[in-house]
Every structure is written in C-alpha cells, then in structure tokens.
C-alpha cells in the first residue's frame, strides 16, 4: 500500500558532498540509501509563494521506495511518498 | 561560475524575438555566452531569423562565433532544431521559414514534411527538445516510432548532418528519455549533443519568461498552471554547469564543438543584390542611366552648361564606380510610373544634391541652381549605401506599391517590417493582467519597498518595456531583389492578404547592407493635389501647381509674419519664433530657416548667432578665410550639413 502525505513527513537526511541523500531517518529509523532512481527539481509560484523543492525517488538498503524533497528555502526535508 | 574545463557550445537558444517565449535580447545571451566561456553560441528562435542580425553584431563585437539556426514548428506540431552550415544552407533556412509561415495563422508555422526534405542541404539538423519527433515518440514508449523519425530525419539530411539532441532540465523522465536518447543514437550510429533549450540568460529571468508566457496564453500566472515550465533551468548554462546532468556521457558536451565547427556559415551580402532593370537593347544600366540624363540636361539647360555637364559628367562616373546605377533606373521607373497616374511623388533628403536625382526628375530641386553637395548624398570616402527616399501623396501610396510588386514579381519584393515593444504603458496593462492585479493598484504612488508585489511589479514592467512584441509592416521600406527575396532573406506574411514582409526592420536590412526603397506616405502632398484642383474648379482651370516658381514676395510676407499655420515644414513654433527675426526673401533662406530649427544647430547654439548676424547685429566673420566661400550663405555659421561638406571640400583645395 502506498502511503502519501499532501504537506510532508518532517524527516532527517544525511547528504553526500553533491548533496544527494545516503541515509534516510523516518521517525528514529535509520534507512541507507541504495540508490537514487531519479531526481527532479521544482522552482515555480515566485510570485505567490516560491516552491523550490529537489526531489529524489530513492530505494533504500531495505527495498523501500521513498519520494522525498529538500525544501531549499527552508532547509527541511520532507517525505512525500512511502511506495509499498 | 565560469568553467573553463568542460567546453560547450550552446546549439538550441531562443531570445526575445522568439516573440512571447524568449526573455533576453540577442546581444544579452551573446554577452552571457562570452562571459561563460563558449566560442560559438547559435541563435534558433521560433520559425524566425529576425534576431539574426543583432545577434551576428553582438557575436562579433564579442569575439564568438554566431551560428544561426532555427527551431521549425512542422505540421503536426512537433519542433527541430537547424543550424546552417553554409551559404546553401541559408537560402535553404530562409526558403522553409517561409514556407512554414506561409502555411499557418500570422504568429504560427506549420511546415510541410515534405518540404523539409527538399530542402536540407546546407543544414545541420538536430532532433529538437521534448516536442522533437523522436524525443516525442519515446516519451509515449513508442520505440519504433522514435526509430522511424530518426532513420526519416537521417535519410534526408545525411548521417553527419543529423544529430540527436538530448536535454535534461531536472524534470521528471529527463533522465530516462536521455538514456533511450542515448540507446537510439548508438544504434543508428548518429551523433548526440546536449542542448538547454535556453529562453532567458540568467536563471534569474525566470519570472519574466512565465510573464511572457502568460502573456502568450492570455490569461494569469495562477491559471496557467502546469503551461509554465515547472523550475527555472532554462538559463545559458557552463558546460561545468551542465555535466553533472549528464555525467556518464561527458561526450554529450564536447561534441557540441564539432557540429559548432561545421557551421562556419557569415551572413554576408554583396551590393548588387537588385533586380536587373530592363534596359532598351544596346544599353547597360550605366550607359542607359547616361543616355537619360543626357537627353534631360539638354531640356533643363536649354543653352547648355559647361557647369552643369562637368557634374553631371562626375556624379555618373561615381555613381557607376558604386555600381549604382541599376538602382537609380529602378526608382526613375517608380517615380515615372506614379507621376503619370497623377499621384504626387518626389525625393527626399540628401538626393536632393544629386544632379542625376534632379534630371530623372526624382528630386524637383536643381542643386546646381542652389548649390546644394552631391557628396552628402555619395561619394568615394562615404561607401555607406545611398538613400533615396520618395514621398507619395498618402493616399495613393498604396497604388505605387502595387505597381513595384507587379514590375518586380511577388517573389522579388517585400515590405521591411517593423518590431514593436511592448513599452510603458502594455507592459503595466500586461503585468497587472498576469498577476491578477488591477493597474491601478501598480500605479498607485508611494514608496514600493513596503509592498514587495508593487516592488516585483515595477521591476518586471521595466524589464518587459524594451522586448519585442509585435512584428509588423513597416510603412513603406521595400525590399527588391534579383534573386527570389525567400532564398535570400526570411519573409513572412503580413498582416495584409498575399503581402509579404521581410523578418528584419530597416535598422536590420541597412545593417547586412542589403539595399530598400522607401516609399513614404506624405499627407502633404495629398492636400497639395487636393488643394490644385480646387484652384481649377474655383479660380483658374489653367493653375499648373508644378509651373509655380518660388519668388513670389507675397508668399514670402506671409511666412516672415509667421503665418505658417498648416505649412509643411515651417508650422512648428520654433519656425514661428524663428521665421520674423530671420525674415525669409527667397527659396535659400526658407533652407536656412529649415535647417536652423534641427537638433544639431539648436544644440550646437548656433541659432542666435546667425539670427543676429542675420539682422546685422553682429558682424559677419569666418573662422578662417578659407571658409568663406563655403559658409557664405549661412553668414560664417555652419549650421548644416551640407555646409559641413563644403567645409571639409574648401579644406581640401
């Protein structure tokens, strides 16, 4: 079962020098990443309220497919998307 | 941040005469593209070249390469990207920018498949971005379909000339349509290149490309949703900028500079580009131009005139040394051609120094008679092109055009078009109208620091104010040339059933020294026709405007008294002011008069010492006894510049 959280799940993310994800923490849980699948950028609504969001699809050491996004402006990180 | 160490050529670039889709000028993206490093840099608009000519400018002036190019809109929708390679491969471009033009509503393309392929010599093809046919196919996991479009493309423009383009602006599937990209290039054994599609130079522009994209869909940036691109990479970016897209194919960048390297193609065009004028039989145009001018003098100069043959004898020879004289026949034939349809028609500016302008009738004036200097018109030291501008009675103008595009064909002749910009006022209308915000509101004074929409606002208007937003006809520049106009230059169609315009403004088409013909609509001369044959019908069935002569002291009287009201060219109030205290006796001080109230002697101070030395206020003295003779007529003030001519002629005795 898919799980989606509309706002985010407030997460912890370890980065590398490129500043892509290699370690995932959901609530306490500790989660290696395996691999990124793909990532994507959104920088739009400036005029309103700016999203500027890095995406990453990544699986975990686990199998795990996660979605989750670094909000640039503010720092956070956020789980968007736990694929089942 | 400039990177030094991975070249890259941009090949896919749109600027603002990508009308309503690009947000830099040519000459921004050409100083952004400088400043990153690049060597070349290719300009690919939508279906248009008319951003080629400033774009070759700024290229130049800044030491890279131009490659020009275009992204067609084919019928179907789906988009490639052309360079030219060659001179071929121009008059290939031009040929399909029109006929996609010619196929569509004014501000579309759709151009035939099967007129690309007949016409592909000279080009570089690159399989365009997301909306490419083969890019298109895959993303709808039509893999044989992609194939079919590649092999298409390859087949017709050559396994060199057909490179795969791959781009990736971080959005979703970017990664994996490259791949397939990739996968689909190697087994065709094509090259692959990546492009940005760029629409602005700086990712800070952002903003006002989704403003201009608004402004295209007519609505606001609220409801244009997901029709705006959804981050802003689309800026010029570094090769180092670029490499970490496409890390495991660093060849993707480097072979940028090859397919650069093949488009050595210069936009280059010779003089003699007109349409051949037909002369009788045993005359070329020189020896036809003579035989004319000859058979004139002998009518204007009853008694003959050493003075006169001596000039005109000079102005031939200069005139055929700049292989001028097909021209000079080509704007007789118009002027003839409209004088005997009774429509008013004369030359105006510096032809009117010319002696050969006067005896083909184009100009009324005699220069010899008022001493006027053909070498403000053309000379040896001045190789800028000629300028022969007629003025046709407004209301008949239309006719002349006609007749130029009947003498010359359609497909020799076009009208030059004009840009306009969005300017102050549309910009404000259009910004508020995008942003849902009242003008009003935006108009409102204070300070905008406290109102960060306002602040925004402002700045996008300012921005917005100088870009390109409409082409048009322009009124009267006509374009003629002896090959058809659509292998040389990119024309399409004008707002006005079956009338063409050229791509490119006047500022554009003297630029590439390419030459025009201005057609000028005059009122004036519309009231003067008018006003003839009132005389006829109330005074004098006789009256003969043309056989007036200009010593007339009422006339005279009336304009010293400044009663000029409606009186071309001394209505104004500076003429008003001027014209008592300067008191005009004859046909040489009306010139004075005229050429008093223009900007360089009004900047330059020199109204009132003439007007006093005029009214023998101050005495008369020359800066050096060698411009007497020169600056006589002005009484030692070189208020002109013919007078400036002469000057520099007395200096050279």
New interface residues.
């Given amino acids: 079962m898919t799980r989606f959280w509309p706002h985010g799940l407030p997460i912890e993310v370890t980065c590398d020098a490129?500043a892509t994800p290699v370690a995932v923490s959901i609530q306490g849980r500790r989660l290696p990443v395996a691999r990124v699948v793909?990532?994507?950028?959104?920088?739009?609504g400036?005029?309103?309220r700016r999203a500027w969001r890095e995406?990453f699809q990544v699986i975990t050491a686990g199998g795990q497919l996660l979605l989750l996004y670094h909000d640039v402006r503010s720092g956070l990180w956020r789980l968007q998307r736990l694929y089942d | 941040m400039t990177d030094w160490t991975t070249p890259y050529v941009e090949l896919h670039c749109h600027s603002a005469y990508s009308l309503c889709d690009g947000a830099s000028l040519p000459d921004e993206l050409v100083d952004r593209a400088a400043d990153l490093g690049m060597q070349a840099l290719a300009l690919t608009d939508h279906d248009t070249l008319s951003g080629a000519v400033p774009f070759v400018r700024a290229a130049e002036a800044r030491g890279i390469h131009p490659i020009l190019g275009t992204e067609v809109t084919m019928v179907g929708g789906s988009h490639l990207t052309l360079l030219v390679r060659d001179a071929s491969g121009w008059q290939n471009l031009c040929q399909l920018i029109s006929h996609g033009q010619a196929r569509a509503p004014k501000g579309e393309a759709a151009l035939p498949w099967d007129t690309l392929a007949e016409h592909t010599g000279g080009l570089i093809c690159l399989t365009g971005c997301r909306r490419g046919p083969v890019a298109a196919a895959i993303q709808r996991l039509d893999m044989g379909r992609a194939e079919r479009a590649a092999r298409w493309l390859r087949d017709r423009f050559g396994q060199d000339h057909t490179v795969i383009e791959v781009q990736h602006h971080l959005h979703p599937g970017d990664g994996l349509l490259a791949r397939h990209l990739l996968d689909l290039a190697a087994h065709l054994r094509l090259t692959a290149v990546a492009t940005n599609n760029v629409h602005y130079a700086r990712r800070e522009q952002q903003p006002l490309h989704d403003v201009l994209t608004a402004i295209r869909l007519r609505t606001s940036l609220d409801a244009a949703g997901s029709r705006l691109r959804a981050n802003s990479e689309y800026y010029l970016k570094s090769g180092g900028r670029l490499r970490p897209l496409f890390a495991d194919h660093p060849e993707l960048l480097t072979n940028t500079l090859r397919v650069a390297e093949q488009c050595g193609y210069r936009l280059a065009y010779g003089l003699q580009d007109l349409p051949r004028f037909p002369t009788p039989p045993g005359y070329d145009a020189d020896g036809y131009l003579a035989r004319l001018c000859a058979d004139a003098l002998r009518c204007r100069y009853p008694g003959g005139s050493e003075r006169a043959c001596r000039q005109l004898a000079y102005e031939l020879r200069v005139i055929a040394e700049a292989q001028l004289s097909n021209y000079f026949l080509i704007v007789w034939d118009i002027v003839r051609e409209a004088r005997s349809r009774g429509i008013r028609c004369q030359g105006r500016g510096s032809a009117a120094g010319s002696l050969v302008a006067y005896l083909l009738d184009i100009s009324p004036i005699d220069p010899l008679a008022h001493d006027l200097v053909f070498e403000r018109f053309l000379s040896h030291e001045r190789p800028a092109l000629p300028d022969i501008d007629l003025d046709i009675a407004a209301d008949r103008r239309e006719e002349v055009i006609q007749y130029v595009f009947r003498t010359y064909g359609e497909a020799h002749a076009a009208m030059a078009c004009t840009f306009s910009t969005f300017g102050k006022r549309a910009a404000l209308r259009d910004v508020a109208r995008v942003l849902d915000l009242t003008s009003e509101h935006l108009l409102t004074p204070g300070d905008h620091a406290d109102d960060p929409t306002r602040a925004l606002a402002a700045e996008l208007c300012r921005q917005l104010e100088a870009l390109p937003r409409h082409l048009g006809q322009h009124n009267g520049g006509m374009l003629l040339t002896r090959a058809p106009l659509a292998t040389r230059v990119p024309v399409e169609p004008a707002a006005m059933p079956g009338r063409v315009v050229v791509q490119w403004d006047k500022t554009m088409l003297e630029e590439v020294g390419l030459v025009k013909i201005d057609l000028l609509g005059l009122r004036m001369l519309s009231a003067l026709t008018e006003a003839e044959a009132l005389v006829r019908a109330t005074a004098d069935p006789a009256f003969d405007l043309d056989r007036l002569t200009l010593d007339d002291p009422q006339i005279y009287q009336m304009i010293a008294a400044a009663d000029t009201i409606g009186v071309f060219q001394v209505e104004s109030r500076a003429q008003a002011q001027v014209l008592p205290k300067l008191k005009p006796a004859c046909f040489a001080d009306l010139m004075v008069a005229i050429s008093l109230i223009r900007p360089g002697p009004l900047q330059g101070e020199m109204v009132h010492p003439y007007l006093r030395r005029r009214m023998g206020i101050e005495p008369v003295t020359y800066a050096h006894p060698r411009l007497k003779r020169a600056l006589a007529e002005t009484l030692g003030s070189s208020c002109s510049r013919s007078r400036c001519s002469r000057w520099r002629g007395t200096w050279r005795v």
Avoid: I, K
């Fill in positions: 490129l793909e990532r994507w950028r959104v920088d739009e400036w005029w309103r995406y």
